[in-house]
């Protein structure tokens, strides 16, 4: 659940709906000659159809539009999602409001003049705007370039370290990671040969120096000629084995070099096998690793270790 995927347009649905409700509590209908009771709201029983169609639908659709945005992955209810509910019902709300201003107090068939004296309230023309603006917002909200904005900025994503100043466990170091730590060679370390099983290797105790005799040879008069010490069963020393990278195998694409990045907006990461569904969710203000790169797609790992394929990589920014 992210509320940081809220629209403008969200936000103003919701507005218009907190509108509506505030509207409810005011007069809908108020008479001109009277001593008490000269005014009636939404919540008074001769209005009441008003108050399911119109105030209450509101907070429907305003919820269902929030839920629809902030919930990961696509809910649906009768093969529809609920943004798509929510902006249904926030029409259905602009259309009863609009009707509700031709509404009277009080059934007049005979044209007796039953209802005179009593005129349209605040709450009324509130109605009316509410109701229009809910449905305005709702249907452009996915259409209007500055409605489709978010509607909380992104944080500006710090530099520390999302996993801590430990060292990790396997997978690409975090940025400003220094050799030394476990699985990365340090500098001036000799690096690991083959050599023969259990024998010591270049640069640990137990090797012969330069100069001495090779352990296992006889003595001569003369001081032999250090040489290399060869494996046992002859031939050629071992050539070294190459150090592996840190950080497991490298990347599908040999000229991609993992990077840490951050999402403007939240955006769902896909399973590498092209499941449909999303494994995770990546959100703003946090760093995700940038693995590997197929196509215009990226492969990245978020904090916990999961990995998973971003197919919109608009808008990124780089650490």
Known sequence: MNIRSLTRSDGAVVGAAVLLFIASFLAFFKADDCTEN????????????LLPTVTLAALIAAALLVLGRILPGERKVAGLGLDQ????????????????????????????????????????WLTLIGGLLMAAFAVLGNTVGALKA????????QAPNPYGPGPQA???????????????????????????????QPGQPGQPMQGQPAQGQPMQGQPQQSQPQQPYGGGQPAPQQQAAPAGGGAPADPNFQPFWFA??????????????????????????????????????????????????TSGIQRG
């Open 150 to 157: 978010p509607l909380l900025p992104a944080p500006s994503p």
């Open 85 to 124: 509910w929510g902006t249904a019902l926030a029409v259905f709300v602009g259309w009863a409001a609009l009707w509700s201003m031709f509404a009277t107090i009080a059934p007049d068939p005979e044209d007796q003049n039953l209802n005179r004296g009593i005129d349209l309230g605040v709450g009324a």
């Open 38 to 49: 000269c005014t009636v709201s939404s919540w008074e029983p001769a209005l009441f159809p």
């Open 263 to 312: 999402v403007p907006v939240a955006r769902p990461l896909y399973g590498e096998d092209g499941s449909p569904a999303p494994v995770a969710e990546l959100a703003p203000g946090t760093w995700y690793l940038a693995v590997e790169q197929r196509g215009q797609a990226l492969v990245a790992q978020t904090q916990d270790g999961r990995r998973g394929v971003l197919q919109d």
């Open 170 to 200: 396997g997978g690409y170091g975090y940025p400003g990671a220094q050799p030394g730590q476990p699985g990365q060679p340090m500098q001036g370390q000799p690096q690991g040969g083959y050599g023969y099983p259990g024998g010591p």
